[in-house]
């Protein structure tokens, strides 16, 4: 087929996949899955680093969210050498690669994420920390591959933390019977 510049959707392999089609599921098409497959894999090339990078973009744009966990008295530049902390950045971040790895799978991926929602409840948080998460990750995210990033991969995340955070806090509320 021959290539159509400047047409939004547009078939691109030799199979025949269209890369532009958006899969009901996650509102998500192929092309913007592969950006978030390749940028999350440099972000866990060094998985401890960015995970203390992470948490501390939360904690300086949202203060209050430091306030619900164990570590909530260390100083945010020494986080990245606490013990307690570093096992729970490292459970977050396996998390979230879970997520990543199940982008094709769309019946596990909104069940990792309504579970997380869900096994929040108990936590003392508010269903808007969601939010204030999604805003502190894309501005890691942002800053940290500041060289690299390109405003595709970037708006790719924009889409899918609106999913994660829809979904986490649906089975938020779900959890505590708000809705
Ligand atoms: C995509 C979003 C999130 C993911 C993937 C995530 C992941 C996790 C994981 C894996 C744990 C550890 C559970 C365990 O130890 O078994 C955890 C615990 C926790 N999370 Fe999150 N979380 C998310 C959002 C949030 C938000 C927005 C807050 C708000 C402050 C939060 C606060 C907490 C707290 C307070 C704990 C308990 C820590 C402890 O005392 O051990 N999480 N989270």
Not at 9 to 26: A, F, L, Q, Y
Not at 104 to 118: A, M, Q, R, T, Y
Request: charged content about 25%.
């Amino acid at each position: 087929m021959e290539c159509m510049p400047g047409k939004e959707s547009r078939i691109d392999d030799e199979k025949g996949d269209n890369m532009d089609t958006v899969e009901p599921g996650t509102g998500l098409t192929p092309r913007e899955k592969n950006a978030l497959r390749d940028t999350w894999a440099v972000v866990m090339q060094d998985k401890r680093k960015n995970g203390f990078l992470f948490f501390k973009k939360f904690f300086e744009m949202f203060p209050k969210m430091q306030g619900y966990f164990k570590f909530r008295d260390v100083e945010l530049n020494d986080l990245e050498e606490n013990a307690t902390f570093k096992l729970h950045a490292g459970k977050v971040f396996t998390q979230i690669n879970n997520m990543v790895e199940n982008l094709d799978n769309v019946p596990e991926l909104v069940g990792i994420i309504k579970g997380v929602g869900s096994d929040h409840a108990p936590n003392g948080i508010t269903a808007e920390a969601f939010e204030n998460l999604r805003d502190a990750f894309l501005a890691f995210l942002v800053e940290r591959m500041s060289a690299t990033i390109t405003p595709f991969q970037k708006t790719s995340w924009e889409k899918v933390m609106g999913v994660i955070v829809a979904l986490a806090q649906d089975g938020f509320n779900s959890a505590k019977g708000t809705q």
